[in-house]
């Protein structure tokens, strides 16, 4: 294994040495290219799973001791999501099933919102309670009027509910705060999406371009091992960041770029592109239309241009523009994930879709593959009634492009406004913080405060919990069955998840509590079955498989429907666009009174003395989600705040010093953070980790540990194709007047 190679994936390995159950540690270790199996003990157990830890849902087995306790989690070497390695979030899930401040039993609230204040309630008491005010809403308001933020694996069985009960009001906040702009920058480019995992054909690519994508820190499992694979193979790898990143330190180039300045060195690149004739003529002129008028459009966008713009050097510009052709078409200019920057980021997806387009990667091998899903059959239930409004009713005309729901959209359509026919009454919101997710967390506490119901289900006590009226307690991922994974890939394939142990506590499965509170509301049509595994025994059956098939092997794939993987040479391809060909010029934005082609257009600097905030993810750390895991703060128990070493001489600033934040609108955070004085970060910018800085006690190990970003996001540039919500418009500067000692500092 080459030094490059063995360097990366420390980041998938780091500190996680350690944890057997009943030990504080799970252990995990990489040997050469293998991870190293640990054999079951004569009289242990194993059974199927796919992780929760992170969209990813890797597939894995669960090991139990002779006693029947979960002991350990290892990759499923036939899962194409993580090819039999798991990352150390994923091996410390279990830590998740060991929470001692796991939510143990229902509970009503007893006090005003936001104080979490609870009694506990029996669950019949918790579903009587929900379905009756359901019940009022739906008489007096309409059942549209109920709206569900899901993200997890439970939201199946709750949108299930929720379509029974007479809503489509359905939101997964991941669209509008996190993925939403490339899907629709991709759609109008290409006239699909990117999908999860991302359809990136990393291990063949001969040049891969991360323009504020964190490879290895996000730690996406299947990204990360084909990115070490191209690394090994000697792929170009090109990070555009204003901070040293872990990806950064494996390229060729870093481009340490003035952030909010993204649009403008791609427009420069497909200026060089196209001005030195190094796009693929043939792939363009077959397969895309609009290119004159993208030629005429970047003309005046030179490398110079662009430098007086994004400090990037015209000659760097210009070298990394003829790597990218060098490597046509096996090159991918990644998409990213969590895209919501500066408000205009559909426009900026728009300029990387384009930019894949002139390389001719999309449908080529190291470029952007067709994925295939396997489909499973519904389990038959009668037709769900037809909504008398539509979620995108709630924002009135806005976002039409917009290819999910818009969850600040939903949160906006809350807060009583006179011009609505229906204002949102109650919110189901499950597996999701949304004082973290949701941006401008004021505007969410005024959405909150004007409900008649809001119902939390959740695993842990988040900041969310405290202003539930009714909490319900979700066994976690390792305890419960859930729908089958059936995720697109390079090969369609299935993954179950069945429960190694009973549920801790007084918690349930997400499909019980769907099936039970159908009960109280009249809807047991839609549950006709008398548990989950009848549905997946059901379903499997049509595929030619079984549960009992499924138990064993965990994971099965199947073929291809279709030789379509990539374009075969010549092929002819009709793209779902307007036109049937990939848009440089795309007619859907321009039919919304939008720009068909990427406009670069300033955005605000930081005031005097204050500085741009950045923020991230770290490879053991899913959003704050794991904050409070008890294997995974010991590896990371707190962020700290990245800052340029001309800016801390400048402010007296020290290496593990706790300072407190304060941004542009006079917000100051709750608790402190650690400094890290580093030249990693740019002079204008400081950085830290998103997911820490929780503020419920009951948190035992993340209340008060480090600085809650969001928190600090009060400006919120929203984007006007399709609702994203920017959050990199904000900036901070040091509160340094008063002792601060890291918890204690909020306390």
């Excluded at 966008?301 to 052709?325: H, K, L, Q, S």
């Excluded at 002139?358 to 295939?372: A, C, K, Q, V």
């Excluded at 839609?526 to 079984?546: A, H, Y």
């Excluded at 003395?609 to 704050?624: I, Q």
């Amino acid at each position: 294994m080459s030094n490059s190679r063995r360097e990366f994936i420390k980041i998938s390995t780091l500190g996680t040495a350690g944890v057997a159950l009943g030990a504080k540690y799970l252990y995990s270790e990489v040997i050469g290219d293998a991870p190293l199996r640990f054999p079951a003990s004569e009289g242990s157990l194993r059974t199927p799973t796919y992780c929760e830890v992170c969209f990813w849902q890797c597939a894995g087995w669960v090991y139990k001791n002779d006693s029947g306790e979960i002991q350990k989690i290892t990759g499923n070497d036939d899962d194409p999501h993580c090819n039999g390695r798991f990352c150390p979030r994923g091996t410390g899930g279990v830590g998740m099933y060991h929470d001692e401040d796991r939510l143990k039993t229902p509970l009503i609230r007893t006090s005003e919102r936001g104080k979490d204040t609870f009694r506990e309630a029996t669950w019949d008491e918790a579903f009587d309670y929900i379905a009756e005010k359901l019940k009022k809403i739906a008489a007096e308001q309409g059942p549209e009027c109920v709206a569900l933020f899901t993200h997890g694996s439970g939201g199946a069985h709750f949108g299930h509910l929720l379509k029974a009960f007479g809503s489509a009001t359905i939101s997964a906040p991941s669209f509008a705060q996190c993925r939403g702009p490339r899907e629709v920058a991709f759609i109008t480019t290409f006239g699909d999406i990117i999908y999860s995992p991302e359809r990136t054909d990393i291990r063949d690519t001969r040049c891969l371009v991360l323009i504020g994508s964190h490879l290895g820190e996000n730690m996406h499992n299947g990204q990360v091992q084909e990115m070490s694979d191209a690394i090994d193979k000697g792929a170009t790898i090109i990070t555009v960041d204003p901070r040293y990143s872990t990806a950064a330190s494996k390229s060729k180039y870093w481009l340490p770029i003035k952030p909010a300045t993204d649009i403008a060195l791609l427009l420069a690149w497909i200026n060089v592109l196209i001005e030195n004739e190094w796009y693929d003529k043939e792939y363009v002129e077959k397969y895309t239309t609009g290119f004159e008028q993208l030629k005429a459009h970047v003309q005046p966008f030179t490398p110079e241009w662009a430098y007086g713009i994004t400090t990037i050097d015209p000659n760097v510009i210009r070298e990394t523009a003829r790597e990218m052709r060098n490597a046509s078409p096996a090159v991918i200019v990644h998409p990213g994930r969590h895209v919501t920057w500066y408000g205009d980021d559909t426009q900026r997806l728009r300029g990387v879709a384009i930019l894949n387009a002139l390389l001719g990667s999309w449908g080529r091998r190291g470029g952007f593959y067709n994925p295939e899903k396997m489909k499973l059959p519904d389990y038959p239930v009668p037709p769900f009634p037809k909504p008398n409004r539509m979620p995108q009713d709630a924002y009135q005309g806005k976002y039409r492009l917009a290819n999910e729901v818009v969850s600040n959209g939903l949160c906006d359509a809350t807060i009583p406004s006179v011009e609505r026919e229906c204002n949102i009454r109650a919110w189901i919101v499950n597996g999701t913080n949304l004082m973290a997710a949701l941006p401008d967390q004021q505007k969410t506490i005024d959405a909150i405060n004007a409900l008649d119901l809001l119902v939390v289900v959740d695993t842990m006590p988040v900041e969310i919990t405290g202003y539930a009226d009714v909490v319900l307690p979700e066994c976690t991922y390792l305890e419960r069955y859930d729908m089958i994974r059936q995720s697109p890939h390079r090969e369609p394939n299935i993954a179950l998840r069945m429960p190694a142990a009973r549920p801790k506590y007084n918690s349930k499965p997400a499909w019980w509590m769907a099936k039970q509170l159908a009960g109280k509301l009249g809807l047991e049509a839609w549950f006709p079955w008398n548990d989950l595994e009848e549905v997946l025994d059901w379903q499997l059956k049509q595929i030619g498989s079984s549960l009992d098939e499924m138990k064993r092997m965990g994971v099965k794939k199947f073929p291809r429907s279709y030789d379509d993987l990539y374009f075969a040479p010549g092929e002819e391809v009709t793209f779902n666009t307007n036109s049937g060909k990939i848009e440089l010029y795309a007619s859907d934005l321009e039919a919304e009174g939008f720009a068909p082609m990427p406009v670069y257009t300033p955005h605000e600097e930081p005031p005097e003395g204050f500085y741009r905030l950045n923020y991230g993810r770290a490879p053991v750390h899913t959003f704050s989600r794991t904050a409070n895991n008890p294997n995974l703060t010991d590896l990371m128990d707190e962020n700290t705040l990245w800052v340029n070493p001309k800016v801390a001489k400048l402010w007296g600033l020290k290496t593990g010093q706790y300072v407190k934040l304060k941004n542009q609108d006079g917000k100051v955070s709750t608790f402190a953070i650690k400094v890290r004085v580093t030249e990693r970060i740019r002079w204008d910018s400081v950085y830290m980790v998103h997911g820490f800085g929780h503020n419920n006690p009951r948190l035992s190990r993340a209340h008060g540990r480090g600085v809650n970003d969001t928190e600090l996001v009060t400006r919120v540039h929203v984007d006007p194709v399709m609702g994203g919500t920017g959050m990199r418009g904000n900036f901070v500067t040091f509160v340094t007047d008063e002792p601060t000692d890291g918890k204690e500092a909020g306390s």
